[in-house]
């Protein structure tokens, strides 16, 4: 069964930093795409960054360039999210979500993934 399990949230005031996990199992990292959404009360679900299945193309948004970076870990099968310099605009629940078929990660739309984790809420306040 193909499962992804995000982990790492919290309430943090601005400026501070998280570390987000996305944990995988039931599927190796070296044949899908991973890539980090977030939605914040009322709003629609926005990418923020993936990263290719083969490790070696990261994308970002621009609203987040310099300030959250992508990685992973197969020997872990976790992908992780650096979040720092955070800001209030940063509330939001994160997912991460996989995607086998295409031939590149995307951030630009979330209907490519077909597979998603539960989520996990960042809350930045001060």
């Known amino acids: 069964q193909l499962q992804l399990v995000e982990s790492g949230g919290g309430m943090v005031q601005p400026g501070g930093s998280l570390r987000l996990s996305c944990t995988v199992s039931?599927?190796?990292?070296?044949?899908?795409?991973i890539g980090w959404f977030r939605q914040a009360p009322g709003k629609e679900r926005e990418g923020v960054s993936c990263i290719s299945r083969s490790g070696g193309v990261t994308t970002y948004a621009d609203s987040v360039k310099g300030r959250f970076t992508i990685s992973r870990d197969i020997t872990k099968n976790t992908i992780y999210l650096q979040i720092d310099s955070l800001k209030p605009e940063d509330t939001a629940v994160y997912y991460c979500a996989a995607d086998r078929f295409f031939d590149r990660c995307t951030i630009l739309t979330d209907k490519r993934y077909a597979y998603w984790g539960q989520g996990t809420q960042v809350t930045v306040s001060s």
């Open positions: 039931g599927f190796s990292l070296d044949y899908y795409h």
